[in-house]
């Protein structure tokens, strides 16, 4: 069997931070037993299920500001979390289940 990767953007349009489809979660929640990785993307991380934040090896967010959004990444990632609202734009952290600590990154140069 190939690897597949099955990516959603604006996730939070299919499923509700209290509501997700049966087979949505199933491809979040064991979909890497059977080579399916998933990536989910959102504007906004407090509609997000928690079951795919809580399934995610990695978070990757750039400027929040509020505080539901904040306190969501809270939720998951710890105080540091709350650090996202001071950063500038473009920046953004990412955090990661292997490490468990959240790293803060510039952007990424554009080469001309």
Known sequence: MTNIMFVVDEVHKFCTKNNIPYYLNAIVTVGASLRIGFIGI??????????????????????????????????FLGAD???????????????????KKIRFYRPIAVIE
């Open 42 to 75: 959102s504007q906004r991380c407090a509609n997000v299920h928690n079951d795919i934040i809580a399934s995610s090896e990695y978070i990757i967010s750039f400027y929040q500001f509020l505080d539901n959004d904040i306190n969501k990444l809270k939720e």
């Open 81 to 99: 979390a709350e650090k996202i609202k001071t950063i500038d734009y473009f920046y953004f952290l990412s955090f990661s289940i292997f490490e």
